[in-house]
């Protein structure tokens, strides 16, 4: 199971190439870093529901998306997972390596869309994979 966070116009409509996946393995990630509430949020969503991110989450999640950006640029977090995209294979060959870079890139990604959804005035949501 995974989740996206998607932006959306107004009307509801997903706006290709503005997602951001988050694999289970992440989601945990995330949700274990002590003192990032919006975060642990995120990975608290229901899994099996398409869920409006509202305004103020996401402005929380943009600042603590660029604090743990810092911070792991700087290696001050618990080391990210190695791989994500295996939940129930078992088979690092289904997955993606992740690791530093891919927290990162992540990271970046997170606030990009983040920046979108605030300057585009649209929406986003977080919908079951």
């Not at 274990?32 to 995120?42: E, I, K, Q, W, Y």
């Amino acid at each position: 199971m995974a989740l996206t966070l998607q932006l959306a116009d107004l009307d509801g409509h997903p706006l290709s190439e503005s997602y951001a996946v988050l694999d289970d393995e992440l989601l945990a990630y995330l949700s274990g870093l002590d003192g990032f509430p919006a975060l642990r949020r995120v990975g608290e969503l229901p899994p099996e529901e398409e869920t409006p991110i509202e305004e103020e989450d996401r402005e929380a999640l943009a600042r603590e998306a660029a604090e743990v950006a810092m911070l792991a640029s700087r290696r001050e977090l618990p080391p990210p997972p190695d791989w994500v995209g295996l939940e129930g294979t078992g088979d690092i060959r289904l997955g993606e390596e992740f690791g530093w870079r891919g927290l990162l890139d992540f990271l970046r990604r997170l606030e990009h869309l983040l920046h979108l959804c605030r300057t585009m005035g649209t929406e986003m949501w977080a919908l079951p994979e």
